[in-house]
């Protein structure tokens, strides 16, 4: 690039850049073209620039307007005034720096060939090669997905008038630490009599999602190194959280009644953290049977171990009454219960809570404000009046029946393709009393992986059960999510992998 | 407690629990009543319960009724159904626990004096004890908090409704992984033009706060040991959420042009992570030179390391337009560029984002769905529609006057109450010329907590400069956010502490 004089090239380059239609002002314009003219080398360091007033002139410019360019860009490190005589343009280009940051900032810039790329870290690539992490494109029986054209919006969206009449706009700043004060209430309400919990409402901590609630557990319960029991099979984002936060992930296989309790004979340093799915384990859909909890209460009293229990959808159940809950079998507060509304209402509601035991209540509200902030004020504001007024209630009785219809028709229609493979005790279905998924098992020597793959091209999202087993575990099969696929369309669904499950389990 | 026939005891029981203003079907409260008697122990183990139809006709219930509450009990475990004689009472009772969940449930429990409370881990009482952690209170200026009554509530609410209308409910479902297009693309084009971003949409993923972005940061670039650099002082909960991470934390005094790029010859490792605020240094508020962030654009390159540039309120520059971001300089795909909208429309607004690495996109995009899911995406296209329609740059044009004058009210009320110190050199003010708080500082033996605690006591929230350093290093100062403060409140706040201010710098 050839060295010019300031002005010289200015008057050359401005036109271009007004007649590019760019709208900012002229101002703004001045000042991206002589940024880009230094860092690209464009304009040499040490030169001399004009005065404003001479700029001025020259460019057909209010003198203020150049005045104001100046300043920007010393501001900016890019020029420098001297003792008593003038400005001076810095010596700041480099090799490998936008040429025109301003004026082709839409094009993507490729790696060049010389430079190694970023790359993920271990974990990282964990994460991308995790089995899992194929599923989540937007076809049937995908996971963590509820039916949002069930969820009253018009109803909704009332009660959002509503409130934001009520609302003072400064409310929408900041809550009492946690959530909203509102929110805590109607929850803690709510759980009491549905689940069973324990809890005053300041036990309540509102969370964006039910990862945030695990991270915060993990970051004020538990230091790197410490252990975790996972269920296996298990969830495995849950698990992902707890590592990439430092914890020493062990797990042990359930049985029909849920986790078994570690013998206390065996000299083992107990589990800092237990991560537990009491009313519907997951993925296999057992809950976990009241002497087990009653088991792992006096375990976690006698070792001072932390009980997750994630109640992550509980109020669906389908035989009898949901089961109480875990923390509220429990008097010595060792189990934070974990909840969530993405699973009731609709996934894109960042509401989940955490009750805290008593004495950690505070701590735990603090640190969500502190790292997370409060939250969707007038989104909680909504929430609390929802369950408040019996909407809520309403809504679970609602789908309830709902998906019991689509979970019948998910377990006929399967019974039906698989009839032979069932009946030989090839195939069967577990879980299902509770919840919205359920799991079709295999024998081990299934290649459930690869069958996955193949229903996943067909349309159908069924992930593996092996890509939630822990360890060297080997189950075998498929987890179907019905909640978001309309009645009519599942049995044609499964039809249309009947011939591969068939095929599979021969 | 003694034996009794059960229907007997349900005789006395059922009529105080239906008094008791129990509005739970009869059949839920006499499951309830019969759980908590055998949990109790006041029905004895292995007790042989009537049969429906006697319990039914003593209770004057129909028959049906007392089979569900049968059938929910065993599936609980509290019942088995012996070999053809009738149905029994397991053996669970346990010595702790709570002897009716479901009668007492409001009552928070006390931990029992012979059991030991769970506690904090280390890392949850650094938390707990971090100087940072008092300065939550809702007081005038406390940070993180913008005014949201400056918010354009009717006209935002507007597009809501708009939008409701137009939106498929089942839209609400999920979205594209990562966040919602709409949004993406609406983010990409004004952080093209507004901040100099290098991006395409694809690149944008929607994160719920700035902790949630840095937390994917960590997870998918950094193992457990990485170190990260950090500018001392610094934002104390980016420091947590690394060090929760597994990060190493080391960290390097800022001066005037921001943080210094370490010596090559030093023979030291590279951090594989830098966490840089070069808009508006945090707490400081110097930008970070030209200069200098070209040097860590190379250093960056030639070490593999990743810069975090956390652009939290480049938008709020009052002198001259706000600097391009470091993110834009860069060819060579090394700067992770974190923004949010907490920070410009209001505190309860949970969206954030990330502009990955064009090659890292698409995993940044599903780990956010996976771990965090989509997000609200009623609430991503409102954003969406305001910020293409042009009223984001409206509001943000809008209040940078209203926190200019707010700015400006603060700066001169602290020069007036401390002109004595400030030309003694024993008090300056530093930052300022953007965001939305100004740093006051001190000489290094004025104790700044005690201070900053005097002035809490007084209604007035100053966290310390102190309390953002990392290791030994001495900065004093107070930390003043005055966005939230109402133009006329600011003044008489800072004579409300100014005696405290000036025997502090005496």
Known sequence: MYTVALHEWLKQQLPLVRAAEDRRPIGAQLTAL?????????????????????????????RNTVVSVYEQLQMEGLLVAGHGSGTYICRVAREGVDTGPWRDAEG?????????????????KAYLHHPMHRYWRPQPFRGALMDASLFPHALWNRIQQ????LLDPLDLGEGDAGGLMALKRAIADHIRTARGVRCQPEQVVITDSTTESLELVARLLCDAGDTILLENPCYWAAAQTAADHGLHLTHCDVDEWGL???????????PRLVYLTPSNQFPL?????????????????????????????SEYRFNGEPFPSLQ???????????????KTLYRGIRIAFIVAPPHLAQVFADASSDFYRDGDLLLQQVLAHFIREGHFATHIRRTRLEYAARREALAQALQQELADAMAAGRASISGGAAGVHLTLRFGAHVDDRALAARCED??????????????????????LSYAATPR??????????GALLREATR
């Open 260 to 270: 078994p309790v570690p013998p206390s004979s065996e000299g083992l340093s107990a």
């Open 162 to 165: 509503q409130q934001m009449r």
């Open 108 to 124: 993507v810039s490729e790696p060049a060939s010389a430079h190694t790329p970023l790359s993920l870290s271990a974990r990282g």
């Open 328 to 342: 509220g079998l429990d008097t010595t507060d060792h189990v934070v219960y974990l909840g969530t509304f993405s």
């Open 488 to 497: 009519e369309s599942i049995a044609p669904l499964v039809v249309r992998i």
């Open 285 to 313: 859909g057992n809950p976990m049977s009241v002497e087990r909890r009653l088991e792992w209460i006096e375990y976690a009293r006698a070792h001072g171990t932390v009980l997750i229990e994630d109640d992550y959808d």
């Open 458 to 479: 067909m349309g159908v999202t069924t992930p593996p059960l092996s890509a939630y087993c822990l360890g060297n575990a080997r189950m075998s099969g498929l987890v």
């Open 34 to 62: 002589i940024r880009n003219g230094i860092l690209n080398g464009t304009l040499s360091p040490a030169l001399r620039i004009p005065s404003s007033r001479m700029l001025a002139t020259e460019l057909g410019l209010a």
